[in-house]
């Protein structure tokens, strides 16, 4: 019996921990410019093919999630660059990068997206919020470099015709 009770007593404490964590990971989208929503598996094909990613390119996503962006950029023979601020997502990016082998090729950066060096990029991704896709737009237009190939995912630059688009998916040519 008291084996049953405290067997509970765990069950009850780990879902309460795994509440409580899930609780801390959305309330710090509160804190951020954008909250996580990650890139539908189904639409990385689409960008990454958009993208014509070459060998030895820099690819740079602002606000890189769990990384997957940065998997996909690196399996193209990128280096990726990601900025993120979220730690659990920093954190599942890094344990990711390590287990995927890809320490040379992915880097994470824990700062603003607004700080980000754009000048180094050969691909830039957007996944932003519609009351933001201005600021990005400004942002990047202002701080590439010409042949920059943008990739903005669900909500196109307000002011800027894409080179192409499909599935959502929107190229945009510096
Ligand atoms: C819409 S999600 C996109 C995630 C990823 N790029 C993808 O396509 O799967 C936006 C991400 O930006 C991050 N973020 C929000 N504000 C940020 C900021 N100021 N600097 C860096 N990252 C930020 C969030 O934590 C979130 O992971």
């Known amino acids: 019996m008291q084996i049953f009770v405290g067997a509970i ?13 899930v609780g801390i990971f959305y309330s710090i989208d509160l804190f951020l410019d954008l909250p996580y929503v990650a890139t ?9 093919k958009l993208a014509q990613i070459k060998k030895g390119e820099t690819a740079v996503d602002l606000g890189s999630g769990d990384g997957r962006l940065l998997f996909a950029s690196a399996k193209k023979g990128a280096k990726a660059i990601g900025y993120e601020l979220n730690p659990f997502l920093i954190a599942l990016t890094l ?32 996944y932003s919020l519609k009351k933001h896709i201005k600021k990005f737009e400004d942002f990047v237009f202002q701080n590439t470099r010409p042949g920059t190939r943008i ?24």
Request: charged residues 25%; proline residues 4%; glycine residues 4%.
């Open 9 to 21: 007593l765990v069950i009850i404490a780990l879902v309460l921990l795994f509440v409580i964590l």
């Open 40 to 48: 539908q598996r189904n639409k990385i094909d689409t960008i990454i």
């Open 95 to 126: 344990i990711h990068t390590k287990l995927k082998g890809l320490g040379n090729e992915v880097w994470i950066e824990r700062k603003s997206m607004w700080t980000a060096d754009l000048k180094v990029a050969d691909v830039i991704f957007v």
């Open 151 to 174: 990739i903005v995912n669900l909500h196109p630059f307000p002011d800027k015709k894409p080179a192409k688009s499909k599935n959502g998916i929107f190229l945009y040519k510096i």
